[in-house]
């Protein structure tokens, strides 16, 4: 059985700064097992992030190491045991994760599977007695982020998003001149991120697999993006669905447009796509605009503000997410991307849905209130 097709299965059968809340983050200090190394990571899924940018990242941080691998039975991890040197008796597959439990080399598992898995892993990671961090979007609603924050909290374990550009320079510097105001109010955010997808095998077009389009998957690097520039939560939104081929993409969206009123008659129009293909963020402000394009990527980020550009260097987002992660564990030091912010975009993701389908404003009143400050 392939690795799409169990996981297919098993979404249809069952098979199981500082931040800003009203939500009390749990604080759980504990020593490192194995002190010269930090935490022991165990990935759950290797598909194209894990191996590609996690696994690799892993090489290169200090407070955490990739200590062992969740794959589907018949992947043969072979390849990634002798790489990486993983030990075989930290080897799991989907049925047995349960029993990571009982690896004391095993301190964190990074859920890493399509959107509609996140969930039941996160839930099955805490409940076996470990801390966890989970792939944006955190679910496919916001009813199962409350779940996942709540057994997170019940099972006494830390709960992440992994949030990489939080803790990446060029967007640490949109929050600092927006949040600031170095060069004035920001009035305006101008938010995009699309690319083309065409490929009917591609679990991102399966609704039950992704729980949406485009919006799902890089929508909502724009949506974050407004918040922490702005320091400010919205307060109502209005979308509209503008996807030009209907006839190839029909339980998803292609293309959706979105705008976001934070009061004070600052706003934040967003947009992605599977359609096209755009990567930034932009502030207005008082005295110039200021902006990072591409914004969300890897690497390669450029940004420029009116005194100039940006230029920070090489930098890798996944190393320092994976550290800061550990750093929170060990030492107590804050988590800046909570399950309840999460659990925050969903919310706002849930409606945004709801609005494009219904046509309407709809009210973000009740929103988690989690916030990045810096």
Request: aromatic share 10%.
């Amino acid at each position: 059985m392939k690795r799409r097709t169990f996981l297919s299965k098993a979404i249809k059968t069952g098979i199981a700064g500082s931040v800003i809340s009203q939500f009390p983050v749990f604080n759980i200090i504990s020593k490192p097992l194995k002190s010269e190394k930090g935490l022991g990571i165990a990935l759950v899924g290797l598909g194209n992030y894990a191996t590609h940018q996690l696994a690799p990242a892993l090489q290169q941080t200090v407070n955490c190491y990739l200590a062992g691998i969740v794959t589907g039975k018949y992947d043969k991890p072979d390849e990634w045991v002798e790489k990486y040197q993983i030990d075989d008796k930290n080897v799991y597959d989907y049925t047995n994760i349960d029993n990571v439990g009982n690896n004391k080399d095993i301190d964190v598992v990074y859920i890493v599977l399509p959107n509609a898995l996140h969930a039941e892993y996160t839930i099955r990671g805490a409940q076996a007695g470990k801390h966890v961090i989970c792939e944006k979007p955190m679910a496919t609603s916001a009813e199962d982020c409350k779940k996942m924050v709540d057994s997170c909290k019940k099972a006494g374990k830390e709960l992440a998003i992994g949030y990489r550009l939080h803790y990446d320079p060029y967007n640490l510097e949109m929050m600092r001149l927006g949040q600031n105001k170095v060069y004035g109010k920001v009035s305006q955010i101008n938010a995009g991120f699309a690319f083309h997808l065409r490929n009917k095998e591609a679990w991102r077009l399966d609704k039950k697999m992704a729980g949406g389009g485009p919006l799902m998957d890089v929508g909502i690097y724009a949506l974050q993006g407004s918040i922490y520039t702005l320091g400010m939560l919205p307060k109502k939104l209005k979308a509209t669905n503008t996807t030009v081929d209907k006839d190839f993409y029909t339980d998803i969206e292609g293309t959706l447009e979105w705008e976001m009123d934070f009061g004070s008659g600052i706003k934040s129009n967003c947009y992605t796509s599977y359609e096209d293909g755009y990567n930034y963020l932009k502030a207005h402000a008082e005295e110039g605009e200021f902006e990072i394009s591409p914004a969300y990527s890897y690497d390669g980020l450029a940004g420029k503000t009116p005194k100039g550009p940006m230029n920070f260097g090489p930098f890798n987002q996944q190393a320092a997410q994976m550290d800061a992660f550990a750093k929170h564990v060990l030492e107590g030091k804050e988590n800046l991307v909570p399950g309840e912010m999460g659990w925050r975009d969903m919310f706002i993701i849930d409606r945004i849905y709801e609005s494009a389908e219904t046509g309407r404003e709809i009210s973000l009143k009740g929103i988690p209130h989690v916030l990045q400050k810096v």
